[in-house]
């Protein structure tokens, strides 16, 4: 029955209140009179989208809820546009609608839909289970504990065997109830109902062969004339039998595979389909017929593909690949298939987590305790095979794709996106052609779309993605072409991921080392890319210079090395005679006395650039330990070291005026003259003997 004037609550309603109910009634006398086009119903479903969703904010301002003119009855015109009958984008606006009905009618809402579902059902005609199914598929993501209420209720799954084994077939109906167990398989408590009732019949679909009906009408009666549709109503069609098989994968998917090496066998074995034969099923229809299977193919493998055997295969056939990345590249943005055809790429090149020594342990004892020490990791799993499936990823020309989908893709598809351009900069080797197809701008774009609030996870993966590709690869080949991306725009991405991973129980330095590295790379090329460092990063730098970690201290070290060589940085950071300078100065030129010989380098380095000043000089010489570090270096075994030392030594003794003498006075104290000479006598090269000769000169002439 259609609402009428007569059902609006009474009262001293506003008039803004009044016109949206009265809005509402004609939107749903309008959807319930039917018969319009597809265009026109979409524009009433859009509509009462908007009102229901509107209505949501006037109830918290303490008016009356326009749902109450909605009754059972509009109810069933509502979700009957969810009906697989219907449009595709009539499917989509009325699912729209219905979750904003039910977000705005609460639990009478969830009661209406309730009887609904089992009114349908209960009737149990074909088009009432096309519906109540088609409901069901549809609400499932957005009202999971309602649908999982409905779905598991007493006697329902048991009752669906013997619906989709009937001698005459519906195939919408047959459609409906595998869309809906698709949906039901994302909740735990409904996925293990479906392998408890629904599991053997779900063999049997995808076991089932045609044929076998021909064959036995012919035993039946040798002389009877088959006709074509009589056979075509007793066989599932292909569509269902890949639905069928998709859920399957889900159920297989979900228990725990067999660990290697464990060949033993239970007693008496029931013959069932295996996640590897469904994943060849999904491979043969997928190349064999992509127009009309691609989506239940690709959904089928994006769950098969957790297997690592599946893996394997998959990476393994070329022409899966090259298919693969094809229907990608066609697939509409945000879409179904774009997802799923990224989940596929995502499982083909993820590698395993690395776990600290501690979590391999832990792992090890849960090892021995659930399986009796039978449970070891799966070598299909490993970086070398990882390794290898990336590669062939790479050359089947997927990141042009990537590259093109990121610019118009859902967070949702963005985050995969950005898992496998991370997988694939693992492998160094490819990380120059990654940067040449585009990944650099993918990564930088990614990261400044993402939200950081929700996303903070991704954001951090890009970032680090991002560092890979700019530890290996020449910056200014990367930034350069016809349409340059400025490489600042890669300082603040790599700069968010030194500071330690706030959110993560274990504490991972990898994103720190490969972001000092990368910004290593990228202030080696020009003052102004320093300066962003600087401005950007200068504080987390600075604190790395502390790490408990010896590579973490001697990145954060070399890439002080390479902003010091701008004149402006070295001045404002070292050389402005401030205590805070002079503080930095003192934690360098400790570092140029570190055990780990690359972090000596790196800091002489920086103090050879930096004894360039009057007030470095000058802030060296006053401190007697800091004089000694400097020759320590002089003294070192290494050539490039006692170049760097020497170097440090002839700067300041070179240094005029006051500071000069201040600083030969310093170093002939500590000895200079007999450890020049020794670096002198000792080095093989010689420019080190020759700077080494010098700076003994300046230092013993009156």
């Known amino acids: 029955m259609a609402p009428t004037a007569e059902t609006l609550p009474h009262g001293s309603e506003s008039s803004e209140f009044s016109e949206r109910q009265d809005q509402t009634l004609l939107l749903l006398a309008r959807l319930m009179e039917g018969g319009q086009e597809d265009d026109e119903t979409v524009k009433d479903l859009n509509q009462l989208t908007k009102l229901l969703g509107d209505d949501v ?17 509009c109810v069933d015109t509502l979700v009957g546009y969810l009906d697989l009958r219907q449009s595709e984008i009539v499917q989509g606006r009325a699912t729209l609608c219905t979750s904003a009905y039910l977000k705005a009618a609460g639990e009478d809402g969830n009661k209406k839909l309730a009887e609904f579902f ?56 047959e459609t409906a109830c595998l869309e809906m167990l698709n949906a039901a398989c994302m909740q735990p408590l409904c996925r293990e109902a479906v392998q408890k009732y629904c599991t053997e019949w779900l063999e049997e679909i995808v076991d089932h062969d045609p044929e076998d009906d021909v064959k036995a009408m012919y035993t039946a009666n040798p002389d009877h004339t088959i006709q074509e549709g009589s056979i075509m109503m007793r066989r599932h069609s292909e569509q269902v039998q890949n639905l069928a098989a998709v859920v399957l994968a889900k159920l297989r998917v979900s228990q725990p595979s067999k660990p290697p090496g464990d060949t033993s066998e239970p007693r008496i074995q029931q013959a069932t389909t295996s996640i590897e034969d469904l994943s060849k099923m999904f491979t043969k229809m997928f190349l064999t017929n992509p127009e009309h299977m691609s989506q239940s193919s690709i959904e089928g493998l994006a769950y098969a593909s957790l297997r690592s055997t599946v893996k394997e295969d998959l990476a393994k056939n070329k022409d899966f690949l090259k298919s693969l990345v094809k229907t990608l590249e066609a697939a509409p943005p945000k879409s179904p298939l774009t997802y799923g055809a990224l989940s596929i790429l995502v499982n083909l090149t993820r590698y395993q987590p690395v776990q600290s020594e501690e979590e391999k342990k832990m792992s090890q004892l849960r090892a021995y305790a659930n399986a009796a020490g039978k449970l070891q990791p799966d070598p299909l799993n490993d970086n070398d095979h990882v390794t290898e499936r990336c590669k062939r990823v790479f050359e089947a020309g997927v990141t042009p794709v990537l590259v093109s989908h990121s610019k118009n893709g859902s967070v949702a598809s963005l985050g995969l996106i950005i898992a496998v351009i991370y997988s694939l900069s693992m492998t160094v080797t490819l990380r120059g052609q990654l940067a040449q197809q585009g990944a650099v701008r993918l990564l930088i774009a990614a990261w400044q779309a993402l939200p950081a609030e929700t996303e903070p996870a991704a954001r951090r993966i890009a970032a680090q993605a991002l560092a890979r590709i700019l530890i290996s690869t020449n910056p200014t080949l990367v930034f350069g072409g016809t349409r340059p991306t400025p490489q600042s725009h890669a300082i603040r991405p790599l700069a968010s991921i030194i500071p330690p991973d ?34 950007l990063a200068w504080s987390d730098i600075e604190e790395m210079l502390l790490s408990s970690n010896p590579r973490i201290t001697t990145a954060a070290v070399e890439l002080i090395c390479n902003i010091v060589q701008s004149p402006a940085e070295a001045a404002s950071l070292y050389a402005d005679g401030t205590q805070k300078a002079k503080d930095r100065l003192r934690v360098l030129v400790a570092l140029a006395d570190a055990e780990d010989a690359k972090t000596r380098s790196a800091a002489g380095g920086a103090l050879a650039s930096l004894t360039g000043y009057e007030a470095v000089v000058r802030a060296i010489a006053d401190r007697e330990r800091s004089v000694e570090c400097v020759l320590s270096l002089c003294r070192d075994e290494n050539d490039d070291l006692r170049h760097r030392g020497a170097f440090i030594a002839h700067n300041m003794v070179s240094t005029p005026g006051d500071t000069g003498k201040l600083a030969k006075e310093a170093l002939k104290k500590a000895g200079a003259v007999e450890t020049l000479t020794d670096c002198a006598k000792k080095s093989r090269r010689a420019e080190v003997v020759q700077v080494a000769i010098e700076a003994l000169k300046l230092l013993i002439e009156q």
């Open 57 to 73: 904010e006037a109830v918290k301002k303490g008016e009356p809820s326009i749902t109450q003119v909605i009754d059972s009855d």
């Open 118 to 173: 089992h009114d349908r059902v209960r009737k149990g005609t074909y088009d009432d289970y096309i519906v109540a199914f088609c409901v069901a598929a549809s609400i499932f993501p957005f009202v999971p504990d309602l649908t999982s209420e409905l779905f598991l209720s007493e006697g329902f799954l048991a009752s669906l065997g013997p619906l989709m084994r009937r001698k005459w077939k519906s195939r919408k109906v």
């Open 502 to 535: 706030p959110n993560a129980e274990t504490r991972d330095l990898l994103p720190t080392f490969e972001a000092l590295m990368a910004l290593t790379n990228l202030a080696s090329t020009d003052d102004d890319t320093r300066k962003s460092i600087v401005r």
